[in-house]
Nanobody, 120 residues
Framework: QVQLVESGGGLVQPGGSLRLSCAASGSISSIYTMGWYRQAPGKQRELVATITSGDIPNYADSVKGRFTISRDNAKNTVYLQMNSLKPEDTAVYYC??????????????WGQGTQVTVSS
């Protein structure tokens, strides 16, 4: 079992920045992907960004150039630096963890979510 604990959400004005963190604990695989999804009110949950054990990032088109995902393997932690935030970025952000490599990934483990609100 893997547990995920997110932090860093909050209220920010348009154009501002926030940094989300997600720490994984428990039975952590030696190879794993972590990342972030988000869900806005009335919308489906969508991918924001992921990062593999080889530090290869993948971003949704809507956040490219504004968000940066990174990881600290020693701490089993993934970060999401969010800059130039827009009101449409408002959502609950969920951390995910998947053991294994592409094509052989485990089901996603989800965090509890952290609210990000972008509003003036």
């Amino acid at each position: 079992q893997v547990q995920l604990v997110e932090s860093g959400g909050g209220l920010v004005q348009p154009g501002g920045s926030l940094r989300l963190s997600c720490a994984a604990s428990g039975s952590i695989s030696s190879i794993y992907t972590m990342g972030w999804y988000r869900q806005a009110p009335g919308k489906q949950r969508e991918l924001v960004a992921t990062i593999t054990s080889g530090d290869i990032p993948n971003y949704a088109d809507s956040v490219k150039g504004r968000f940066t995902i990174s990881r600290d393997n020693a701490k089993n932690t993934v970060y999401l630096q969010m800059n130039s935030l827009k009101p449409e970025d408002t959502a609950v952000y969920y951390c995910i963890y998947r053991a294994g490599v592409a094509g052989f990934l485990s089901p996603r483990t989800w965090g509890q979510g952290t609210q990000v609100t972008v509003s003036s």
